[in-house]
């Protein structure tokens, strides 16, 4: 079974080449958290999901993706395609009309989320992850690193992703 690394947050600031870096060890720090899972069979493949529209944070893990070779998922809300800037080159699935409609599905469909600089939107798909039990690795431009959530292991950790 391959693993599904979810990217979500938000940031357009000239320190790009910084936030790219942070979310590159937030990714690498997720695909080392899959050798941790007991109770998975996960395989070598590793996709990174996130959204559709290229830019900011999910521009950065679709970069990481190819650079790592990881495989891509895009999904968003229909409203997505209407952007100049989507991504067209890799599998995607559009979930609901608008921003937010998606999220339930994009959950339902990773196995640990990634939070950098999160939106309001964001914050939705964090509580749906943390009702479903989804590990969760977060990281804000304050610096403020937040822990893995790991309901299905009953434990807490801290990833300096710094």
Do not use: C
Not at 105 to 113: E, H, M, P, Q, V
Request: net charge neutral; charged share 30%.
């Amino acid at each position: 079974m391959s693993y599904y690394i979810g990217v979500v947050g938000n940031i357009n600031t000239p320190e790009a080449e910084e936030w790219k870096r942070k979310v590159s060890i937030l990714i690498s720090n997720a695909a080392e958290i899959k050798e941790k899972y007991e109770d998975k069979d996960f395989d070598d493949s590793i996709y990174i999901v996130s959204g559709l529209i290229e830019r900011g944070i999910t521009k950065f893990a679709y970069q990481i993706a190819d650079e790592m070779h990881y495989g891509k998922v895009g999904i968003d809300a229909r409203i997505a395609n209407s952007f100049d800037d989507g991504f067209k080159n890799f599998t995607t699935k559009y979930v609901g009309k608008k921003f937010g409609d998606e999220n339930e599905y994009f959950i339902r469909n990773i196995d640990i989320l990634l939070i950098i600089n999160p939106t309001k939107r964001d914050f939705d798909k964090k509580e749906t992850a943390k009702i479903k039990g989804i590990p969760i690795l977060s990281y804000t431009k304050t610096g403020k690193v937040g822990g893995m959530v790991a309901a299905r292991k009953k434990q807490e950790e801290i990833i300096n992703a710094s």
